[in-house]
């Protein structure tokens, strides 16, 4: 069945350590995205890349990086420069139809970073 | 910027009664809106849109929403809710077309919905 693994599902950082978050999907679409959701808070777009070799920052980059070196996977990091990097994140992608951009965003199942 | 609200935290139902979560937005132009389903530890899970046309959507699991543009809403409805309904509800506006064929999307802060025997 098609869809979108996230990996690990936890996932512990300790101070001053950089964390990579996987994200692969198998949907054959183009765009993907990074979320964070904190509880109250609803999901803050990260960052998001619409093809392969481009990506794009959102909301609340700073501290986040990322990489589209291949259609199917979008790895998040999660930098030392991320202060606050305790949360849920979400990865998601969209078909491409046109301009329309009225596609729904598939997503993954997450994953929770916690710091030691 | 485009944005949506959802007034409530949480909403309560008892199981059978029908159900309504609420959701305001809030756009320049035509507003394309999303109502997307969290179970606990899980993604999210698409459960319909509005685009165009007739006011009321039809989704998945028995959900349909009604958009109001006069009132600026788009709630969403289950005539007869189940206790498997309990979840985490988020609305969704279109903020911005990607020109690559993706969209941005602006999310409200999510309305527990919690429904009992």
């Known amino acids: 069945d098609g869809g979108i693994t996230q990996s690990p599902k936890y996932l512990f950082r300790k101070e001053g350590q950089n964390v990579t978050l996987s994200c692969e999907q198998n949907?054959?679409?183009?765009?993907m995205y990074w979320y964070r959701q904190d509880p109250g808070q609803g999901l803050r777009l990260i960052y998001y890349?619409?093809?392969?070799?481009?990506?794009q920052k959102g909301d609340i980059a700073e501290g986040y990086s990322v990489s589209r070196e291949k259609k199917e996977s979008f790895p998040l990091t999660v930098t030392s420069a991320q202060k606050n990097p305790t949360a849920f994140y979400l990865c998601?992608?969209?078909?491409?139809?046109?301009?329309?951009?009225?596609?729904?965003?598939?997503f993954g199942d997450g994953t929770r970073l916690s710091i030691l | 910027a485009q944005s949506v609200a959802q007034p409530e935290d949480q909403v309560n139902v008892a199981e059978g009664n029908p159900l309504t979560v609420k959701c305001t937005y809030s756009v320049s132009g035509n507003p394309y809106l999303f109502w997307y389903v969290q179970y606990p530890n899980r993604g999210l899970q698409f459960l319909l849109k509005?685009?165009?046309?007739?006011?009321l959507v039809k989704g998945s699991y028995g959900f349909e929403a009604e958009f109001n543009k006069s009132q600026t809403s788009f709630h969403l409805k289950k005539p007869s809710a189940l206790v498997s309904d309990s979840a985490l509800y988020f609305c969704a506006v279109r903020d911005l077309i990607l020109t690559g064929g993706g969209n941005k999307l602006t999310f409200g802060t999510g309305t527990q919905l919690k429904v009992e025997l």
């Open positions: 998601a992608s969209s078909m491409r139809e046109g301009t329309l951009g009225n596609q729904p965003q598939h």
């Open positions: 509005y685009i165009t046309g007739d006011n």
């Open positions: 949907l054959n679409h183009d765009a």
């Open positions: 890349s619409q093809i392969v070799n481009d990506f």
